[in-house]
C-alpha cells in the first residue's frame, strides 16, 4: 500500500498519472496546501521541504516503510519498483537527462510563470516577462525533440511523458492570454494529445474528486502558498 499526499496541482498529477498506469493500490491522504497543511510537523517530517506530492510506501526496500518526496524522485522510485515505464537500458542516460530538464526546467519555471502573471503585485513587468519567456523557451526545446519522435525517450511511454504531461496539462494557465496555448509548439500537441487520450489519463484526474479542497485566495491561503512574501510570526 502506498499512501499518496496529495493536492490538485500539477506534480501530485505526474503521481496520480502513473499509479493509475501501474495500477498501483494506494490511498489517497489530501493535504489543502492553501489552509497551510504542508506546513504542519507531522507532514514536515514526510516531505522536509513542505511541498506535496510524497509518498510512504508501505512496502519499501526489505519490506520496510519508506518515503519518497519530490515528484521525479517518486516517479523514478516506482518505475523501478514496479520495473514500468522505465524504458530500454541503452534509454536510461536520455531517462534521466529529460527528466531532470522537466524537474529543474520546464515545470518550475512554469510554476514562476502561473506566479507573477496571476498572483504578484501588478507592476512587476521584469519578472513576468522574465518567467513567460524563459518556460516558451523550455517549451520550443521540448517541441524540438518532439519533431521526429513520438514520445521523449526513446521508443515507449516512459515517467519522461508522465512528468511532462503534468505540467503540459496545465498550459493554458502558464500560457496566460493564448487562445491555443499549444499552437507555437504542434509536435508538444501532438503529443500531449496521444497521451492525454490515455484511460489512465481520465482516472487520474478523478483523483481526490470527492475532496473539497480551499479555493478562496484570502490571507491565510497567501500566507500558506507564499510564506516568504510575510514577516516570520513570533
Known amino acids: 500500500m502506498i499512501c499518496f499526499f496529495y493536492h490538485p496541482t500539477p506534480n501530485p498529477a505526474k503521481i496520480s498519472l502513473f499509479l493509475e498506469e501501474a495500477g498501483l493500490e494506494y490511498?489517497?491522504?489530501?493535504?489543502?496546501?492553501?489552509?497551510?497543511?504542508?506546513?504542519?510537523?507531522?507532514?514536515?517530517?514526510?516531505s522536509p521541504n513542505g511541498k506535496v506530492p510524497a509518498i510512504v510506501d508501505l512496502d519499501g526496500p526489505g519490506g520496510r516503510s519508506t518515503v519518497?518526496?519530490?515528484s521525479t524522485a517518486i516517479l523514478i522510485y516506482l518505475a523501478e519498483k514496479t520495473g514500468r515505464f522505465l524504458g530500454q537500458d541503452h534509454d536510461r542516460p536520455q531517462?534521466?537527462?529529460w527528466l531532470l530538464f522537466l524537474g529543474t526546467g520546464?515545470?518550475?519555471?512554469?510554476?514562476?510563470?502561473?506566479?507573477?502573471?496571476?498572483?504578484?503585485?501588478?507592476?512587476?513587468d521584469y519578472a513576468v516577462n522574465r518567467y513567460r519567456r524563459?518556460?516558451?523557451?523550455?517549451?520550443?526545446?521540448?517541441?524540438?525533440?518532439?519533431?521526429?519522435?513520438?514520445?521523449?525517450?526513446g521508443n515507449e511511454y516512459t515517467i519522461a511523458d508522465i512528468s511532462a504531461?503534468?505540467?503540459?496539462?496545465?498550459?493554458?494557465?502558464?500560457?496566460?492570454?493564448?487562445?491555443?496555448?499549444?499552437?507555437?509548439?504542434?509536435?508538444?500537441?501532438?503529443?500531449?494529445q496521444e497521451?492525454?487520450?490515455?484511460?489512465?489519463?481520465?482516472?487520474a484526474r478523478m483523483v481526490a474528486s470527492d475532496v473539497e479542497f480551499k479555493k478562496v485566495?484570502?490571507?491565510?491561503?497567501?500566507?500558506?502558498?507564499?510564506?516568504?512574501?510575510f514577516p516570520p510570526t513570533a
Open 27 to 46: 490511498e489517497v491522504v489530501p493535504v489543502d496546501t492553501s489552509k497551510g497543511q504542508q506546513h504542519g510537523p507531522e507532514f514536515r517530517r514526510i
Open 68 to 70: 519518497v518526496f519530490d
Open 95 to 97: 531517462l534521466l537527462s
Open 106 to 124: 520546464l515545470g518550475p519555471f512554469s510554476g514562476q510563470a502561473v506566479h507573477f502573471q496571476y498572483a504578484a503585485p501588478a507592476g512587476l
Open 134 to 153: 524563459e518556460v516558451e523557451r523550455h517549451y520550443k526545446v521540448l517541441d524540438d525533440h518532439l519533431s521526429d519522435r513520438e514520445f521523449i525517450v
Open 165 to 192: 504531461w503534468g505540467w503540459v496539462d496545465r498550459a493554458s494557465r502558464v500560457m496566460k492570454g493564448a487562445e491555443d496555448p499549444l499552437a507555437l509548439y504542434p509536435n508538444i500537441k501532438r503529443w500531449f
Open 195 to 203: 497521451v492525454d487520450a490515455r484511460p489512465a489519463v481520465t482516472r
Open 217 to 229: 485566495n484570502d490571507e491565510e491561503t497567501q500566507r500558506a502558498l507564499f510564506p516568504s512574501n
